[in-house]
């Protein structure tokens, strides 16, 4: 796989990890409005209504692309419409009767006059606080314990380079060659991830020796 296609993957981690937040955290009616959103959506609910099915087996009905499936299960999941068990290989989906009765349980005046009271519809628009989303990128992007791509966004480059500086002790003052053999085993591209160490203030560079600025967030 190349840095594009890793990168890609990267990014789909990321963007699940946080749509799950936000999903898991919102509104009980914000996150039923979002589930009934789509058309295939409901289609994969009538489907689970007759029966559970796998990954594959709704794709093949419904015509599209297994990832396609995988998008919109995530969103069920997350709305609690959807359970789903692992059986050898394969994990079958099934429609969860109780997420549905919750949510009909919401539909009801009282619930809206809360909603007035609390301000809870704005929940699903408040990003996740920082400490949040820094795991979710460096889980996105590392994968056992390699950097699998240098992110584009800078707020995200920043996450992955405070990951990358952990492999250094800090009061250890380092040459280059040091430098460059531990980051090679993050990633290829040791030379930009040195730079981008020296660039976002993680690292100090003086007449070829490095060193941390300050230790290790806790």
Known sequence: ??????????????????????????ELLLRFGRAFADPMRLRILALLAGRSLYGQELAE???????????????LKAAGLVRVQRENNYHYYSL?????QQIAGALTVEHLRDLAKTQAVETLYQPPPEDE????????FFKDGCLVSIPTPSR????????????????RIYDEK???????????????????????KLMMREHGRYWLIRPHQA
Request: aromatic content about 6%.
């Open 61 to 75: 009905e419904l015509g599209v692309a297994a990832p396609t499936i995988s998008h919109h299960l995530t969103l």
């Open 178 to 200: 040091e430098v460059n053999a531990i980051l090679k085993t993050l990633h290829p591209e040791n030379a930009t991830l040195r730079r981008e160490l020296i660039d976002q």
């Open 133 to 140: 989303e820094r795991k979710m990128v460096q889980e996105a």
């Open 1 to 26: 796989m190349d840095d594009r296609q890793e990168r890609s993957e990267a990014l789909k981690r990321y963007g699940t990890a946080r749509m799950n937040f936000e999903m898991e955290r919102a």
């Open 96 to 100: 969860d009767p109780a997420g549905l």
């Open 156 to 171: 995200q480059r920043r996450f992955v380079m405070e990951k990358v500086a952990q492999a250094f002790e800090w009061g």
